[in-house]
């Protein structure tokens, strides 16, 4: 057993004794109930259940959870699909998933979600050429699976959000 005290969605867990072998993915569904984060292929070779990881300074990037033990997120901040909408808005890039038909049967749609959110926030940190944000999506979604092949979708739902705000986004 290992302690294991961390933030999640900005909120406080722990400390609590968990199994060192417990993955991250099992905590979130059935220790917290948060079950919006999938189990996939269980293989991290999928992303449907990475979550965000939040650094100290600002910045982010996105986690498997499936074959990650729970203890090696101790004393970090994440982020998992439910704490993106806000009082019940949804976030631009919710909202987009939704206008463009993103998602399908949905079950890979929180990876999606999360590593649309950690681009979008870093190029409000770091904005992009106009010429560039084709590469710069295809590039930060590499590596989410979708089986039912909605790749397109939502490349145009995260493009949609960066085009409608140019001043956040675009050089
Ligand atoms: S379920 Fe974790 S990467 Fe596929
Ligand atoms: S929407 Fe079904 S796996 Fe992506």
């Given at each position: 057993m290992t302690n294991l005290a961390l933030t999640i969605n900005g909120r406080a867990y722990g400390p609590m004794d968990v199994r060192d072998e417990l993955t991250m993915n099992d905590f979130l569904?059935?220790?917290?109930?948060?079950?919006?984060?999938k189990f996939g292929c269980?293989?991290?070779?999928?992303?449907?259940?990475a979550v965000i990881v939040d650094r100290p300074d600002g910045s982010s990037y996105t986690n498997p959870?499936?074959?990650?033990?729970?203890?090696?997120?101790?004393?970090k901040s994440i982020r998992t699909?439910?704490?993106?909408?806000?009082d019940g808005a949804l976030t631009p890039l919710q909202t987009a998933f939704i206008e463009h038909f993103a998602?399908?049967?949905?079950?890979?749609t929180a990876g999606f979600l999360n590593e649309g959110q950690v681009l979008l926030e870093r190029l409000a940190r770091q904005k992009v050429a106009r010429a560039d944000v084709e590469a710069t999506i295809a590039e930060a979604l590499d590596g989410h699976l979708c089986r039912c092949t909605g790749y397109v979708k939502y490349h145009e739902a995260v493009r949609a959000v960066i085009l409608a705000d140019p001043g956040r986004y675009l050089i």
């Amino acid at each position: 057993m290992t302690n294991l005290a961390l933030t999640i969605n900005g909120r406080a867990y722990g400390p609590m004794d968990v199994r060192d072998e417990l993955t991250m993915n099992d905590f979130l569904r059935e220790f917290l109930g948060m079950t919006g984060t999938k189990f996939g292929c269980g293989a991290a070779q999928c992303l449907s259940c990475a979550v965000i990881v939040d650094r100290p300074d600002g910045s982010s990037y996105t986690n498997p959870t499936c074959i990650v033990p729970a203890v090696n997120f101790d004393g970090k901040s994440i982020r998992t699909v439910e704490g993106h909408a806000s009082d019940g808005a949804l976030t631009p890039l919710q909202t987009a998933f939704i206008e463009h038909f993103a998602f399908q049967c949905g079950y890979c749609t929180a990876g999606f979600l999360n590593e649309g959110q950690v681009l979008l926030e870093r190029l409000a940190r770091q904005k992009v050429a106009r010429a560039d944000v084709e590469a710069t999506i295809a590039e930060a979604l590499d590596g989410h699976l979708c089986r039912c092949t909605g790749y397109v979708k939502y490349h145009e739902a995260v493009r949609a959000v960066i085009l409608a705000d140019p001043g956040r986004y675009l050089i």
